[in-house]
């Protein structure tokens, strides 16, 4: 596995799927689409795109892997169109041109309880993609599923998010297993090696499997 496209790199998970993938001995190419520019690396390709207008023939959407770690929150989208704009629209865009142009594996970030029949907002829009992305019939699709999330930057948290996050790292073993906290790396970790196995067909990572370790046996959908 020479060649990774990362989508989302600014965010929680994608700054840990970057540094997994520029440290990693095996990658000799990392392209990484943002709207700004990244800290130069040798290994890494940064072209600065807007996602209402991604260039369709930039040569950088064929790879030997893709992960998508794109999203935002209903807080900073500021609507629920804005959120579904930038969580479904724009992935499901760039997905479209990886899959055209060849990219075989395609990993998405997704979220615990993603059901596209959901009465949950959120979770109806994971569901959705994961179905979209599904359909697009990529040669391998690995889809995980974290429950909250620790770790990594969160400048902005909210006092009542910052309140659940305390909640979920402190008394993570009261908690069902599905529903305990997992760290940004771990899911990244999880993610990244289930892409570089790239087993045939869609497979489903969820949040109680997740580790900081190699993945086992993702459930095949």
Not at 34 to 55: C, G, W
Not at 82 to 108: E, K, M, N, S
Not at 169 to 198: D, G, M
Request: proline share 9%; charged share 20%; net charge positive.
């Amino acid at each position: 596995m020479t060649h990774i496209l990362i989508l989302g790199a600014t965010g929680q998970v994608g700054q840990e799927l970057l540094a997994l993938a520029l440290s990693h001995p095996d990658v000799t190419r990392v392209v990484a689409p943002t709207r700004q520019p990244l800290p130069v690396h040798p290994k890494l390709e940064n072209p600065q795109v807007d996602y209402e207008q991604l260039p369709p023939d930039a040569p950088w959407w064929r790879a030997d892997m893709a992960l998508c770690a794109l999203g935002t929150t209903l807080r900073r989208a500021r609507s629920r169109a804005g959120f579904y704009r930038v969580d479904h629209d724009y992935v499901l865009a760039a997905a479209r041109l990886i899959q055209r142009a060849g990219t075989p594996v395609f990993g998405l970030v997704s979220s615990l309880g993603a059901n596209p029949g959901s009465r949950v907002f959120y979770l109806r829009v994971k569901g959705k993609i994961e179905q979209d992305l599904d359909a697009l019939a990529f040669p391998s699709l690995i889809m995980i599923r974290p429950s909250l999330l620790v770790g990594g930057p969160r400048a902005s948290a909210h006092p009542v998010e910052a309140l659940g996050l305390f909640a979920a790292k402190w008394l993570s073993a009261l908690l069902p297993r599905q529903y305990r906290a997992v760290t940004t790396r771990a899911v990244a970790l999880n993610l990244f090696q289930a892409c570089r196995e790239a087993r045939p067909g869609a497979h489903i990572i969820e949040s109680d499997v997740i580790t900081s370790g190699p993945v086992v046996n993702p459930i095949q959908t």
